[in-house]
């Protein structure tokens, strides 16, 4: 099947995308200017957290957990992005003499990542100066953790990476449009909103770029290979879930320090599946959720999709 072929590619066109890449586009100083979180209130939806329900917690201990959580959310998303723009220029790199708009998109949007990463460091290093005390981070300074995770998702098939990444950047926009723009975060941080608000605009062109890449990769693989790169789409999603274990005891220490609570055994178990069920769902959930993800998912492959649980 050709790229062309795949109606989630109808519309789509790499000088279009570049241009509304240009006009959208945002500087990291300018979205923070000055400014701070206002941590005499919760910074991001309760339901990223999910421990509304444990009793055991006072309204104090929950907007701890909830500054915490948006910190953990800006962590892991900053250095999930560190392959990103590695992986455009090994694309590039494969037909450098392709038409220049294609090969001004994949560079263009790897410095946008990395613009990324530079929004979400400055998200961590900001709410941390608000909340006046440091934020346990899974990945080291020292960027070992990072350095091997980077390696571990390179490792697999660049379809698998496109499947990975266009499903993540569904899942971004989301955030910013089911959690934030839709009214459901009533509460949220403003400056929290801008974070998300600027990720998503850019994020928008991103995905489109990922889902003609994706497709032209289905061009030139047989349907049982399709159907193989979303076997890796697993394999890809045990790393992630790894980070989320250890970003979830991070949290768990950082809120025993914050607040010099210590929990009963069966209150810590408690709070330890609430964090790890709430991460994984507004990290990974909403991404292979995403009804945009699972057009992509099963034109590419029926039998691969299945594998993700997508029907």
Same mark, same amino acid.
């Given at each position: =099947? *050709?790229?062309?072929?795949?109606?989630?590619?109808?519309?789509?066109?790499?000088?279009?995308?570049?241009?509304?890449?240009? #006009?959208?586009?945002?500087?990291?100083?300018?979205?923070?200017?000055?400014?701070?979180?206002?941590?005499?209130?919760?910074?991001? !939806?309760?339901?990223?957290? +999910?421990?509304?329900?444990?009793?055991?917690?006072?309204?104090?201990?929950?907007?701890?957990?909830?500054?915490?959580? %948006?910190?953990?959310?800006?962590?892991?998303?900053?250095?999930?992005?560190?392959?990103?723009?590695?992986?455009?220029?090994?694309?590039?790199?494969?037909?450098?003499?392709?038409?220049? !708009? @294609?090969? #001004?998109?994949?560079?263009?949007?790897?410095?946008?990542? =990395?613009?990324?990463?530079?929004?979400?460091? @400055?998200?961590?290093?900001?709410?941390?100066?608000?909340?006046?005390?440091?934020? +346990? #981070?899974?990945?080291?300074?020292? &960027?070992?953790?990072?350095?091997?995770?980077? &390696? +571990?998702?390179? $490792?697999?098939?660049?379809?698998? @990476?496109?499947?990975?990444?266009?499903?993540?950047?569904?899942?971004?926009?989301?955030?910013?449009?089911?959690?934030?723009? %839709?009214?459901?975060?009533?509460?949220?941080?403003?400056?929290?909103?801008?974070?998300?608000?600027?990720?998503?605009?850019?994020?928008?062109?991103?995905? &489109?770029?990922?889902?003609?890449? *994706?497709?032209?990769?289905?061009?030139?693989?047989?349907?049982?290979?399709?159907?193989?790169?979303?076997?890796?789409?697993? $394999?890809? $999603? $045990?790393?992630?879930?790894?980070?989320?274990?250890?970003?979830?005891?991070?949290?768990?220490?950082?809120? &025993?320090?914050?607040?010099? #609570?210590?929990?009963?055994?069966?209150?810590?178990?408690?709070?330890?599946?609430?964090?790890?069920?709430?991460?994984?769902?507004?990290?990974?959930?909403?991404?292979?959720?995403?009804?945009?993800?699972?057009?992509? %998912?099963?034109?590419?492959?029926?039998?691969?999709? %299945?594998?993700?649980?997508?029907?």
């Amino acid at each position: =099947m *050709a790229m062309t072929d795949y109606a989630f590619c109808k519309g789509l066109e790499y000088p279009t995308i570049v241009e509304a890449s240009q #006009r959208v586009a945002w500087t990291v100083d300018g979205i923070f200017a000055n400014r701070h979180f206002d941590t005499t209130r919760r910074t991001v !939806p309760d339901s990223w957290v +999910g421990a509304e329900h444990l009793a055991f917690l006072d309204d104090s201990e929950q907007r701890t957990l909830n500054h915490i959580r %948006a910190f953990s959310y800006a962590h892991l998303l900053g250095n999930y992005e560190e392959f990103i723009p590695v992986q455009m220029s090994e694309v590039a790199g494969q037909d450098w003499h392709d038409e220049r !708009p @294609r090969m #001004r998109a994949l560079f263009r949007f790897g410095e946008e990542e =990395m613009k990324h990463q530079q929004l979400f460091q @400055r998200t961590e290093e900001v709410l941390e100066a608000s909340c006046g005390h440091s934020i +346990g #981070r899974y990945f080291d300074p020292d &960027k070992l953790r990072l350095t091997e995770f980077t &390696k +571990g998702v390179l $490792g697999y098939p660049l379809m698998s @990476r496109f499947l990975l990444l266009t499903a993540f950047e569904f899942g971004t926009q989301r955030h910013y449009v089911e959690s934030v723009q %839709a009214g459901n975060g009533a509460g949220s941080d403003p400056l929290y909103i801008d974070v998300l608000k600027a990720h998503w605009v850019e994020e928008s062109q991103h995905v &489109k770029l990922d889902v003609l890449e *994706a497709a032209r990769l289905a061009a030139g693989m047989t349907p049982a290979k399709i159907s193989e790169a979303f076997d890796g789409v697993l $394999g890809l $999603g $045990g790393l992630i879930g790894e980070t989320f274990v250890g970003q979830v005891e991070q949290e768990l220490a950082t809120f &025993k320090t914050v607040t010099g #609570r210590v929990l009963l055994e069966a209150e810590a178990t408690a709070l330890r599946d609430v964090l790890n069920q709430s991460l994984q769902a507004i990290v990974a959930g909403v991404s292979l959720t995403h009804p945009s993800f699972k057009q992509v %998912a099963l034109e590419l492959s029926k039998e691969g999709a %299945a594998k993700l649980g997508i029907v």
